[in-house]
């Protein structure tokens, strides 16, 4: 069965959420995990959209946060700041899914600047609502291709907080939520350690450890048993191509 890298990481992405999750979503990618398992095994799963959305039920793909079609079917429409401040902020928010240029080996995220803050090589996006979803979701997962450029031991700029320096430091910074609870690639899984180091705990079929670590910028820790993931099946493959992204907006990349 053949099938890209994005659709390999998407659809392991999905298989991370449970029925019944509330899930600050965007678009893109992470957008079709949560439909993805909407469509599956979490029928119950709520899509939060930042720009106000909640429940929503897109009848097509959504080009941005604002897009039309996610107002169609939702069960509430509300302000940008009641999302953050009576929805995010009270913990009611099960997932977040993250995004950024650099995640280190404690799970926190660059997506501001690659070299000096004042004078950088690329200025990046920045944050948006990245950091307080980082802050406040009760976890997070974060889904980008395994290359060492993505993952250097410290991130050269802290957008967003996983495990900051190492486990008890969210605690200490006031910070509610568990931070990176996952992070999915096209080569396997990276989980936190008791300490709050991210180490390989999954491959999937065909991968190796050895091509993970020659692709992580630090020195890459296993579990004792790294497990092999499940197989993508012909039924979610169908969903993502024919349901979701038909046209390969999304799914066209990292082929």
């Not at 501001?112 to 990245?130: C, E």
């Not at 899984?189 to 992580?216: F, Q, R, Y």
Request: with cysteine; proline share 5%.
């Amino acid at each position: 069965m053949n099938y890209s890298s994005a659709e390999l990481m998407i659809i392991n992405a999905a298989r991370l959420l449970r029925d019944g999750d509330v899930v600050f979503v965007g678009v893109g990618q992470p957008n079709l995990a949560c439909n993805l398992a909407k469509r599956t095994h979490a029928p119950n799963l709520v899509m939060i959209y930042e720009a106000g959305v909640i429940g929503a039920e897109p009848a097509r793909l959504p080009l941005s946060i604002g897009d039309p079609t996610l107002v169609s079917g939702s069960l509430s429409v509300v302000s940008m700041y009641d999302i953050f401040a009576n929805y995010l902020q009270r913990g009611n928010v099960d997932v977040g899914f993250m995004g950024g240029a650099q995640i280190d080996k404690y799970g926190n995220i660059n997506a501001t600047v690659i070299g000096g803050y004042d004078h950088p090589k690329v200025r990046l996006p920045g944050s948006g609502g990245s950091q307080e979803i980082a802050a406040w979701a009760n976890r997070c997962y974060i889904m980008t291709p395994h290359q060492k450029r993505r993952f250097p031991e410290k991130v050269e700029f802290m957008t967003s907080a996983g495990a900051i320096g190492g486990r008890g430091d969210r605690e200490k910074a006031g910070l509610r939520g568990k931070g990176m609870l996952a992070v999915v690639t096209d080569i396997g899984m990276m989980e936190p350690d008791e300490t709050g180091e991210m180490i390989l705990t999954a491959l999937h079929p065909g991968k190796t450890v050895e091509e993970a670590k020659a692709n992580t910028g630090w020195d890459l820790k296993t579990t004792p048993q790294v497990r092999v993931t499940e197989l993508v099946t012909e039924n979610e493959l169908r969903i993502l191509r024919e349901e979701l992204d038909p046209t390969g907006i999304y799914l066209k990349s990292g082929a």
